[in-house]
């Protein structure tokens, strides 16, 4: 069992920054997948980033590339998203999840667990 919790959001200003984490419990952490994904009001959720267990795979979402990346400390059990240049329409709720690297990590339903999410809102 994997317990996640996000944390990090805010209220943010177009052009702003913000740092997202995911904090982990659980013994097999260390060894899983950690995707973010978001889910804007009205939409459905979205794939954002993925690393695989040691950081030698990551993917990004193609429209976000260049702005965001996705890191994680197994020591600390952490994952990370460092999101730059925020503009209105990364606002969103971000989860993370953990769970193995399959078809390329970017499809929800191979996650295993979820936080519950935080909002981000990029707004003047």
């Known amino acids: 069992q994997v317990q996640l919790v996000e944390s990090g959001g805010g209220l943010v200003q177009p052009g702003g920054s913000l740092r997202l984490s995911c904090a982990a419990s659980g013994r097999t952490f260390g060894s899983s997948t950690i995707g973010w994904f978001r889910q804007a009001p009205g939409k459905e959720r979205e794939f954002v980033a993925a690393?695989?267990?040691?950081?030698?795979?990551?993917n990004y979402a193609e429209s976000l590339k260049g702005r965001f990346t996705i890191s994680r400390d197994n020591t600390k059990s952490m994952g990370y998203l460092q999101m730059n240049s925020l503009n209105p329409e990364d606002t969103a709720i971000y989860y993370c999840?953990?769970?193995?690297?399959?078809?390329?990590?970017?499809?929800?339903?191979?996650?295993?667990?979820w936080g519950q999410g935080t909002r981000v809102t990029v707004s003047s």
């Open positions: 690393i695989n267990w040691n950081g030698n795979l990551i």
């Open positions: 999840a953990t769970g193995p690297w399959t078809r390329g990590a970017r499809v929800a339903s191979t996650y295993d667990y």
